[in-house]
């Protein structure tokens, strides 16, 4: 199903080239490419953008991270969407300002996945050799292809999850939107 999104599977190829270490796209760009397909939308439609996310707990810099982003920026110019590259050993760095609640530093880029406002966007995909698709999906995939969004109040505040769920609600209004607990 996520092959139909051709700009995903281009974002999946040229992020391969990049090698970085526990990498994944993930979140939005995999669960919506999922809802529209299920939908009878186009692919790509409603994708605000691609997440990239790695983890090199080697070098905590911005300036590490900025390294790559630039890589990317390159890698990724030409194709009709924005691909954000954000190292996962960094997030505590920078959560609790942006959040407001703090955020334990990930021991892997897994554990950065697992801790999303909603369990539906707890989802992960890479290529490996030879074209053999990794899925890393913790809470399962029949939330994605049943259309309902489960909370996940682990780390992100409810603030976070409705913003999201509502503006979710619009573009595919036929999501079942669980409440926060």
Not at 23 to 48: H, M, S
Not at 61 to 85: H, K, N, Q
Not at 134 to 140: N, T
Request: glycine share 8%; hydrophobic share 40%; net charge negative.
């Amino acid at each position: 199903m996520l092959s139909r999104n051709e700009v995903l599977t281009e974002v999946l190829g040229r992020a391969a080239r990049l090698d970085l270490p526990g990498w994944y796209v993930t979140a939005g760009c995999l669960f919506q490419t999922v809802w529209n397909v299920i939908t009878d939308r186009p692919p790509t439609e409603g994708i605000k953008d691609y997440d990239l996310f790695y983890f090199d707990a080697g070098d905590l810099s911005w300036e590490a991270e900025d390294t790559v982003i630039r890589a990317g920026r390159g890698l990724f110019a030409g194709l009709p969407a924005e691909v954000e590259i954000r190292n996962e050993a960094r997030v505590h760095l920078w959560y609790g300002e942006k959040f407001g609640v703090p955020c334990p530093a990930y021991e892997s880029t897994e554990a950065a996945i697992d801790s999303f406002a909603a369990t539906t966007c707890c989802l992960g995909v890479r290529m490996e050799a030879g074209g053999r698709w990794r899925v890393y999906a913790p809470h399962g995939l029949s939330d994605v292809f049943g259309l309902i969004v489960r909370p996940n109040p682990v780390l992100a505040p409810r603030s976070v999850y409705e913003a999201k769920t509502a503006r979710w609600r619009e573009q595919w209004p036929e999501l079942t939107v669980l409440d926060w607990p």
